[in-house]
């Protein structure tokens, strides 16, 4: 009589006593075990440095974007693990007796703020990455699934460009923690012109001040480039150059600032060198959002309103001012048609900086508009999230 096959309550290939899949091959049991247990350790840590970030990013920086870009590289993560089921991770597992639980360092049980936290928690994540990147090649040399490395490797790659992103948003927050009225110049009919508005403006109180003229010569726009440098050079404004990294870098400039259709973070980088300011200019959140992993320093956001100096098929308006204060923590300054008329509806919206040009290029006393507009604006700030 045929005895009836009697069920079993684990389905688990490798608890069951069959060869597992993903471990098959020439492997000992014993080389399977050390295996899985090394993956397991990995995935662990991974996991917990990741959530630490995550932390981070939601609870200190209060970045809903970065969040969310933390919280998919985690959920990637439990993706990727997959193919090792938590059963056969489970039953190698043996905490208590892992040499490894009661070694330690005075540094590991030192951290002087939130943000040493952030950051040993990146460096336990991507090194845990790099680990689960290496077994992950052994556990499969002939498997099915056998771009678990290269996975691992592309998970490694976005922690590696979060951190920079996150490095970035602290670094240009605290760089540009007074930093609320930016004010758009030209070069003006002579220097002498240049002169008398620069002094105005800073006299005002602006905290940045960008030279944008394209109908001067490379050679006279260096000149007012360098003008500009050394009429900022002991004050609190900073001296920002349009659209050219280059001039930027011969006159010692603060930064830069490019548009969509000009050189990209990456290549300003290379001409400005390490310190400078990259501002990059946006018009849809989507933009907003790939600026700060592209590691700009600040963002402008716009067009707000019509302007003119500069004419758009649509503007973004005050809708896309609210969408970026409410997920986005890197300096951003609302841009376009922006005045004393019109900044409430600005304030209203969330944004506490703004850019602005001939409301006060134009004006029959541009000391007195800056002053007016600063004041306006004095009552935002942005905390030093470093502490």
Known sequence: MKQPVQETDCPDPLLAGNPDPLLAGN?????????LRTFDAAANRAAEGLRVVEDYVRFVLDDRHLTEVAKGLRHDLTAALEPVPPAARHAVRDT??????????KAEQSRRS?????????????????????FGKALQPDAI?????????GLRYRAYSLERAVDVTLASCQRLETALLYVLVSGGESPDEFDGLIRSVIGGGADVIQLRDKSLSDRQLVERARQLRELTRDTKTLAIIND???????SHADGVHVGQDELSVKDARTIVGPHALIGVSTHSIEQARSAVLDGANYIGIGPTFPSDTKAFEAYPGTDFVRDAAAEIRLPTFAIGGISAGNIRQVLRAGGTRVTVGSAITGSSDPAQATAALRERLSKGNVHDLRS
């Open 27 to 35: 492997q000992a049991a014993g080389d399977q075990t050390a295996l």
């Open 96 to 105: 208590r007796s892992d040499v490894g639980t009661t070694l330690t360092t």
């Open 114 to 134: 939130a943000w040493d936290v952030c950051l040993a928690s990146f460096s336990r994540s991507q090194q845990a990455l790099r680990s689960l990147e290496e």
């Open 145 to 153: 699934q056998s771009n678990m490395g290269q996975t691992f490797e």
């Open 244 to 250: 050219r990294p280059d001039i930027a870098r011969l």
